[in-house]
């Protein structure tokens, strides 16, 4: 039946349209149909020579399955555009009450029009751009598993920090703009609990039983807040000064912090003690900063494009600098992340480039770049499978970062987007948060 209807469809598009456009119509529904009975091979033939690569590999009947599931099913046909040996169709779609906008380019290879690229985008209400669905076969080869759930309202401006805690049912978001620290649950529409922090919190990390977060703010201080099941606890200031504008982050027994600043020295700081108990550099600032999974080994990102590396337990490292080659002499390593399972180091750079580590070599693998987009976030997923990156643009891209490919990007916010941080448990979730004020939980 489906297959019958695609091709009436196909031939009053093509009476109505120019031989060229009827041809691209057609090209389209063939690969739709293809596309929708599973038939790789047939799917093979209805791509191009690029994509159609992508269906050579072992995992070829996966990625067919999950290219037919993401896409939009009875899209209606629009404009049609031929140039030469390049066209493009426009199409439009439904999803519960919401209209897709779609993009079709095809490339005239060997006598016929081959499907290059397939893009979905949904516009939401409220002013909010959904995600933009890069198809499986499209220029980056890549899926994006992850759709809006809900978008959050409960801060007045740019929300610096995104967290969850180890249950993955709750996280937390800080805002610099309206110093507000909120604690949100997957079900509710607004934050269970929201205190307003003394100064502009700036960064914060969750510690690792969930009983509390730790907050740097604007201006130095690290303060814990305890956390119950729907509330704060008050607060408790640890003994130092982290610097202006500092990041933190947190050692996997929970036991240490780290912190960087503008115009102090990274240092450690005791939980148990709380206080500040060793200083890791000089008077220079320091930009990201994290812990590696497998032990008390920092990495700080530098305003000189260098990650340096600190051994705190050993000292077998000292103070071990690692120049990051392709990007900018002078850009700032804003944001760091180490994979899980302590294989891979990820950096973001103000220069909008980011770059995958071998962790264990110490060796850069991946360098991409996206536009005219700093990077802001990085972070893996939680069997280190995926990374995230938060753009200048908005936008949140993905990354295989054993391969360095990207495999997919979704439009995440007005403004810029700011944070990223994926579900602990092992569940595909995610949330962001961004210049415009929402807190956007995905799926």
Request: proline share 6%.
């Amino acid at each position: 039946m489906f297959r019958s209807a695609c091709l009436l469809l196909t031939v009053l598009l093509t009476a109505a349209c120019g031989s060229g456009e009827g041809e691209v119509v057609s090209a389209f529904w063939k690969y739709r149909t293809a596309l929708s009975s599973g038939d790789a091979a047939a799917v093979r033939e209805a791509l191009a020579r690029e994509p159609a690569a992508e269906l050579d590999g072992e995992n070829a009947e996966a990625l067919l399955e999950l290219a037919g599931s993401m896409a939009p099913g009875a899209p209606t046909v629009g404009a049609v555009t031929v140039a030469g040996n390049q066209a493009t169709l426009e199409l439009t779609a439904d999803l519960q009450g919401e209209t897709m906008t779609g993009t079709v380019t095809f490339v005239r290879e060997d006598g016929a029009w081959k499907v290059q690229h397939e893009d979905w985008s949904l516009e939401m209400g409220g002013g909010f751009t959904g995600p933009e669905w890069i198809a499986l076969f499209g220029e980056t080869g890549g899926r994006v598993p992850f759709a809006p759930r809900s978008v959050r309202h409960g801060h007045e401006g740019t929300v610096t920090r995104a967290a969850f805690l180890p249950d993955g049912d709750r996280f937390v978001t800080a805002s610099w703009d309206d110093k507000r620290l909120c604690l949100w649950d997957g079900t509710g529409e607004g934050p269970l609990d929201v205190v307003e922090c003394d100064r502009r919190p700036h960064d914060l990390v969750v510690m690792p039983d969930g009983s509390a977060v730790t907050v740097v703010d604007a201006y130095g201080n690290v303060t814990v807040w305890p956390v119950g099941w729907s509330e704060f606890g008050p607060p408790w200031t640890l003994m130092g000064d982290a610097g202006t504008v500092p990041r933190v982050a947190v050692s996997a027994d929970g036991k240490l912090l780290a912190t960087t600043g503008h115009g102090y020295p990274a240092a450690v700081w005791d939980v148990a003690l709380g206080k500040k108990v060793e200083e890791l550099s000089d008077s220079e600032s320091m930009r990201g900063v994290a812990f590696s999974p497998a032990g008390p080994v920092v990495v700080c990102g530098t305003p000189r494009n260098e990650l340096v590396l600190w051994d705190l337990d050993a000292r077998i490292l000292g103070r071990k600098s690692l120049k990051i080659p392709k990007v900018t002499e002078s850009s700032d390593v804003w944001a760091v992340a180490w994979d899980p399972r302590g294989k891979y180091l990820a950096t973001g750079h103000m220069d909008a480039s980011v770059t995958v580590w071998d962790a264990e070599r110490r060796k850069p693998l991946h360098d991409s770049y996206i536009q005219d987009a700093s990077t802001y976030d990085v972070e893996f997923s939680p069997d280190g499978t995926v990374l995230a990156s938060a753009h200048q643009n908005g936008r949140i891209h993905f990354w295989d970062p054993e391969s360095g490919r990207q495999i997919g990007r979704v439009d995440a916010h007005q403004g810029a987007a700011t944070t990223v941080a994926f579900r602990p448990d092992g569940r595909p979730a995610l949330v962001t948060g961004g210049e415009d004020g929402n807190v956007v939980l995905w799926e």
